[in-house]
């Protein structure tokens, strides 16, 4: 058996034992959000001596990730009682605070109190955070929404497991209409790079991606209706930039759905604005700009902006949407979507159908008050709808199909596409939940943006033609999110039947899920079958609750009723997958599952996904043409006058991360092409953070800190500015960044705001150039950053010669400007200098080399290798059973003890060990920081500013030391911090050495 089933196999002898002692401790439950009830046992809680004890079951709640470095977590556990710090908390006024964060962590109603999960979060004061506490009942009542009816804090204990026995399919009892899965492309600029592909491998991908019978063959694509806004990871954009102008050819949304189209006739469409153009919030009589405005200040302007696009995409590009949503998880209106209805059925467009609010359950209240919203609204749209507590009720009363309209955000190894199998089935099984769609269709973005790789498969090296994920041998392209879709959309179509829970769906007695499709016009049947253990099959959001932990190998009997119509013998295609094996299985064909007398058994193993079939069509699709080798490193120089880019799109590898960048023609040069930003002013986006950000557009690696970037500007009148950047994220709150204005007025700043916000950039130096710059007249500006200097020219003059600066940012090169003007650029090149860009770079003296088989060093910090450069030293990988591997020896970070303290060292790879297994949140590490953890020991990976690496209690905090990390997937490191602030507290990564032969600048 493999390592991972036979840890299994220890756990659970060891459960068998504790149910056996007659002192077992008490059941642990979850904390959830319920109506108040003081007969209610499960709610009568004690904070007492530190405590928050549940009275009923003796059991405490638990802070354990109640860790200000995170954002937050839910849901908390109730676990048998002790004295460890998680377990202490703390009345302040009426919030409850966990001191496992230092008094910066309180405990939170979930979802501003519909809950039901109750969880941790950084301490806001908002009404969430609320909490009335009364001794005399034993009960604890959150504050927020009294509109819901009193909540209270409940312990909620798991029910017993149903007993085990056959499962009978039944399709006497067959109602809800399957509508399935799909992915998103957008929110934001998720598949922009897949449009600079090599034509081989980009057809290769979208044939993995909609083809039918080969790879995921999505049944669903949705979309984002650009907006000319940061909306995640870059801005798309916009058909309709002011009241009078219409574009239908800007972006690649329209491409992108023509190709899934030709490829699959029957895969349905679907748009959704995640931001909208300001001048929808304008005012309609004057065109007075209000750049506070809502879209829903002037109903009918908003309308007219999104029914032009459903026109557009069927006039301009021959494309049927089928569905359209309102605002993504921002709040709905029903004004305007009764207006929208009412246009769409006068203009011709009936069949394209209204999906609210694509966010949270709130939606379903107010439709249960208003019965011509409700009747305007075809699908309930949620975002990561858990499939537990009691918040769902309302949707359910609507009678409305519901759909997880945005579902996983998981990042796409093993995990990813366990928590997928996993929610797409237990949705149904537990909400009726009838179709999920992927955010997001595919990671074919820049590493360091956000969200890194949460997708159906990554395509992010358009210079090189590589895709699929990053794996055990660091070029894997296994793609098991791809597959764990084929199983369901290889033998369905959209149309077919779920079988009721208790017909055919439901619940494996010993954890897992179930469900059953059928066609009513030929007759097929399709058994979906999925067991994942509880650390494989949570999704990044919303936490998994510690009953979904039992999940146990089973055997199961599956009974065909008559009117199934299969017969009492028959043979069923089978294909199975399994996720959490050392070597996963992914979509391979078994031999047919044999009925006899109308039944047939299934063994299910832990990670295992079945889908038995009477469809025969199945494939898993591939290609003679291997795909390339992987080359992370983004491509340097980069070099662009614009001629061979189409007009309305962005120049080849660059990427615009707010407002717009597209290439247009030369205005004074009908022979030229220029890169102009086209946004005329700021857009309407429920993000805070869009009145502060510049335009901008970026290129290269987030690792990046060495370069030259150079180029010819023009400014279309005085008040305009064109900046220029290094070092920067991307949202370009970080960086060297170069403006120059029409008055002359020039500075130089770590990031850069939007002109007139109220968050100033953190200026280095400043100064005025002699002459104004002259509208319409071109200008060259460069900026160098090496080490701690910076150097900058003003047509051919210097600014700054010299000058120090701090040396701890990295990013991207930038272009942009601190107003929505349209200025122009021209002729740039991004350029490497300094030393620092060797491919294999030295390593500090005493580092081992990877042939001398370093069985036992121990590990250390150092500097990170500096411009995306990979050292051997400093490059690991994090694979999916939680194992931490050095790429180039091959083996494995092993703490060396139990005990907080240990010191950690490389060792043979063993999936077995629990000294070897560093679980974490496998889709923030990538974008976000967070602890790795050695679970069976409560102690986590610690780093220090002096090099040193060990382990230490969860919840760990002294000077100069660490204990979250964030991974870097282009050059495999493990790095301190994602967005350095201070000097004083450089970024460390994971190493074989020290710093002590660390090379210069």
């Known amino acids: 058996s493999s390592p991972l089933r036979l840890r299994q196999a220890l756990i659970t002898a060891a459960v068998a034992c504790s149910v056996a002692d007659s002192t077992a401790a008490p059941q642990p439950g979850t904390s959830i959000l319920a109506p108040c009830n003081a007969s209610e046992q499960e709610q009568h809680l004690i904070l007492q001596g530190g405590q928050l004890r549940a009275a009923a079951s003796g059991t405490c709640l638990d802070g354990t990730c109640a860790d200000p470095v995170r954002a937050g977590c839910h849901p908390l556990p109730f676990v048998p009682c002790t004295n460890t710090p998680a377990l202490q908390w703390a009345l302040r006024g009426s919030t409850i605070v966990s001191l496992l964060g230092n008094g910066t962590t309180c405990l939170d109603a979930n979802a501003n109190g519909v809950g039901p999960a109750v969880g941790a979060y950084r301490c806001d004061g908002l009404v969430g955070q609320q909490w009335a506490v009364d001794p005399s009942t034993q009960s604890i009542r959150t504050l927020a929404l009294p509109g819901q009816g009193p909540r209270c804090l409940t312990d909620s204990v798991p029910p017993p497991p149903p007993p085990p026995g056959p499962i009978t399919l039944d399709r006497a009892d067959s109602k809800d209409k399957f509508f399935g899965l799909g992915a998103i492309s957008g929110g934001g600029a998720t598949t922009r790079l897949l449009v600079d592909y090599p034509p081989a491998q980009q057809s290769q991908i979208l044939d993995y991606l909609f083809k039918p019978n080969f790879g995921a063959a999505l049944q669903t694509l949705k979309v984002e209706i650009g907006g000319d806004c940061l909306s995640t990871d870059g801005s798309e954009s916009s058909h309709m930039r002011t009241n009078e102008s219409i574009d239908l050819s800007v972006g690649y949304e329209w491409w992108l759905m023509t190709e899934a189209k030709r490829r699959n006739p029957n895969i349905q469409l679907y748009g959704l604005p995640w931001a909208f153009p300001g001048w929808v919030g304008n005012d309609p009589q004057t065109g007075a700009v209000n750049n ?32 359209v949503g309102v605002w993504n998880e921002s709040p709905s209106n029903a004004d305007y979507v009764k207006l929208l209805r009412r246009t769409l059925d006068a203009t011709g467009y009936s069949g394209t159908r209204i999906v609210a609010q694509d966010g949270g359950a709130q939606i379903c209240t107010a439709l249960a008050q208003d019965k011509e919203y409700a009747a305007a609204v075809d699908i309930i749209g949620l975002h990561y709808p858990g499939d537990f507590g009691d918040w769902f009720a309302p949707c359910t009363a609507l009678g409305k199909p519901v759909w997880a309209s945005e579902e996983s955000s998981s990042y796409d190894d093993l995990n990813g596409a366990a928590c997928w199998a996993r929610v797409v089935h237990s949705h149904y099984a537990r909400r009726g939940i009838t179709s999920s769609i992927m955010w997001n269709l595919i990671g074919s973005y820049y590493p360091g943006t956000s969200w890194y790789a949460s997708s159906l498969l990554t395509a992010n090296q358009p210079w090189s033609g590589w895709y699929g994920v990053r794996g055990a041998g660091g070029e894997a392209t296994q793609m098991p999110a791809v597959w764990a879709t084929a199983h369901v959309t290889q033998f369905s179509e959209v149309g077919w039947k779920y079988l009721a829970v208790g017909s055919g769906s439901g619940e494996l007695a010993q954890g897992g899920y179930y469900t059953t499709l059928v066609d009513g016009t030929t007759g097929n049947v399709s058994l979906f079958v999925v067991k994942n253990s509880l650390e494989h099959a949570a999704c990044t ?13 089973e055997t199961v009997t599956f009974v065909l009723a008559p009117s199934m119509g299969v017969g009492p013998t028959a043979k069923l295609a089978c294909w199975r997958s399994n996720f959490e094996l050392e070597t996963p299985i992914l979509f391979e064909q078994q031999p047919d599952v044999e009925v006899v007398d109308g039944k047939f058994v299934l063994d299910v193993a832990l990670g295992d996904y079945y889908t038995i079939s009477t469809v025969q069509t199945a494939s898993r699709g591939s290609f003679v043409t291997p795909v390339p080798p992987s080359q992370p490193r983004s491509p340097i120089p980069v070099t662009d006058d614009f001629e061979n880019t189409a007009v309305g799109q962005q120049p080849r590898l660059w990427s615009q991360m707010t407002a717009a960048w597209e290439v247009r023609p030369d205005a004074q040069n009908g022979s030229n092409q220029v890169l ?25 690696m987030r690792e990046w800190q060495d370069i030259v970037i150079s180029t010819s500007f023009r400014l279309p009148s005085t008040s305009a500015t064109a900046c220029i950047g290094t070092r920067a994220d991307w949202t370009i709150d970080v960086g060297v960044v170069l403006c120059i204005g029409g008055t002359g007025y020039w500075e130089l700043s770590y990031g850069n705001s939007l002109a007139g916000s109220d968050r100033p950039a953190l200026q280095i130096v400043n100064g005025t150039v002699r002459t104004p710059l002259e509208p319409t007249v071109w200008s060259s500006l460069s900026l160098t950053t090496l080490g701690a200097t910076a150097n900058a020219e003003f047509n051919g003059a210097p600014l700054v010669s010299n000058l120090t600066i701090r040396d701890i940012d990295t990013g991207f090169a930038m272009l942009g400007t601190t107003v929505y003007q349209p200025t122009e650029f021209d002729n740039v090149a991004v350029r490497a200098v300094g030393t620092r860009w060797s491919d294999n770079p030295p390593v500090p003296a005493g580092c081992p080399l990877p042939s001398s088989n370093p069985v036992g060093h121990r590990l250390s910090v150092r500097a990170c290798e500096r411009n995306g450069v990979s050292a051997s030293d400093q490059n690991f990988l994090l ?15 092993a703490a060396d003890g139990p005990a907080p303290g240990s010191t950690v060292s490389l060792q043979v790879c063993n999936a077995s060990s629990p000294l070897q297994l ?19 020991y409560g102690v986590v990976l610690v780093g220090s500013l002096d090099g040193r690496v060990r382990t230490e209690t969860a919840g760990w905090k002294a000077n100069d030391t660490w204990a979250s990390w964030t991974f870097f997937d282009s050059t495999g490191q493990l790095r301190s911090q994602r967005t350095p602030r201070f000097a004083s507290f450089p970024t460390k990564c994971l190493a074989l050495c020290t710093d002590s032969a660390e090379t210069s600048v």
């Open 879 to 893: 694979l999916p059973d939680w194992r931490l591997q050095h790429a180039a020896s091959g083996l494995c970070a």
């Open 292 to 323: 506070t405005a809502t879209p829903f200040d002037h109903p009918e302007q908003t309308v007219r902006y999104i029914v032009e696009w459903v026109r557009g995409a069927k006039t301009r590009h021959n494309l049927d949407i089928d569905f």
């Open 918 to 936: 560093w679980q974490n949140d496998y889709s923030n590490i990538h974008h976000g920081q967070v602890p790795l953890t050695l679970q069976a």
């Open 676 to 700: 102009r930003q086209m946004a005329p002013q700021l857009s309407i986006s429920s993000w805070p953070g869009h009145f502060a950000m510049i335009p901008g557009t970026v290129v290269g």
């Open 541 to 553: 959001r919303p936490a998994l609750p510690p009953s979904e932990g039992g999940v146990k190998p």
